[in-house]
């Protein structure tokens, strides 16, 4: 069975603190690793997928990295307005479906 | 009107009730699916639909009942709940249900908040 597993589960910043954010998986064989964003009251947004150990992505102060069994989401400089709940989320092969963790609560405070 | 949306955002019932959710998207996709999120749980996926029909049903009681009668519109018909069916309900669509990761990117709705009485 897949599993992700995100620490911390929640996450207390000063607005400029730089942190990274842990999304560890289990899956037999990686077919792509998805983060989302939400914000309270409101559905997840897309953010980034990755595909293959070593990928890096990045929008404005987020950058995702990859690893055969990790992807770290750093956030650079946090503002107030990148508080939100971080969720990551694998798509084995051979299987359509996507594997979610319970999600990184981010509170960045000014 | 773009994106996923989701009526209505909040919903009371008692568990004698019967009620639907709706979702509509207009991002021309062909996959559209209905996830139950909860405190302190992972989404967990309850319903998938591909070209209107139905590939995944992840063993939802009956009293939870979908409907897609094209590939625009999902309905979520609710019926004699339970307390613990409190919850958040969203719903996503994507570009097809398949194996390749791009066509598999899911775009969510902003929920309907549920409380069952």
């Known amino acids: 069975e897949d599993q992700v597993t995100q620490s911390p589960e929640a996450l207390r910043l000063q607005e400029g603190e730089s942190s990274s954010l842990n999304c560890s998986y289990t899956?037999?064989?990686?077919?792509?690793l998805f983060w989302y964003r939400q914000d309270p009251g409101k559905g997840p947004e897309f953010l980034f997928t990755?595909?293959?150990a070593g990928e890096e992505k990045e929008k404005e102060r987020l950058k995702a990295t990859l690893t055969k069994k990790e992807s770290f989401l750093h956030i650079t400089a946090p503002k107030p307005e990148d508080s939100a709940t971080y969720l990551c989320?694998?798509?084995?092969?051979?299987?359509?479906?996507?594997?979610f963790g319970k999600g990184n609560q981010v509170v960045v405070i000014p | 009107e773009t994106g996923v949306t989701q009526t209505p955002r909040h919903l009371v019932m008692g568990m004698t009730n019967k009620k639907s959710l709706k979702c509509e998207q207009h991002l021309g996709h062909n996959a559209m699916y209905w996830y139950k999120q909860s405190a302190k749980k992972p989404l967990e996926l309850m319903f998938v639909?591909?070209?209107?029909?139905?590939?995944e049903n992840n063993s939802v009681p009956s009293r939870f009942s979908p409907e897609c009668p094209n590939s625009s519109h999902l309905f979520l018909h609710l019926h004699t709940l339970q307390p613990e069916d409190s919850a958040l309900y969203l719903c996503?669509?994507?570009?097809?249900?398949?194996?390749?990761?791009?066509?598999?990117?899911?775009?969510f709705g902003a929920g309907t908040r549920l409380s069952v009485l």
């Open positions: 996503a669509s994507s570009e097809r249900d398949g194996w390749d990761t791009r066509q598999n990117i899911q775009y």
């Open positions: 639909y591909n070209f209107k029909e139905q590939t």
């Open positions: 989320a694998v798509q084995a092969r051979g299987n359509n479906r996507l594997a």
């Open positions: 899956v037999s064989g990686l077919r792509g």
């Open positions: 990755l595909y293959s």
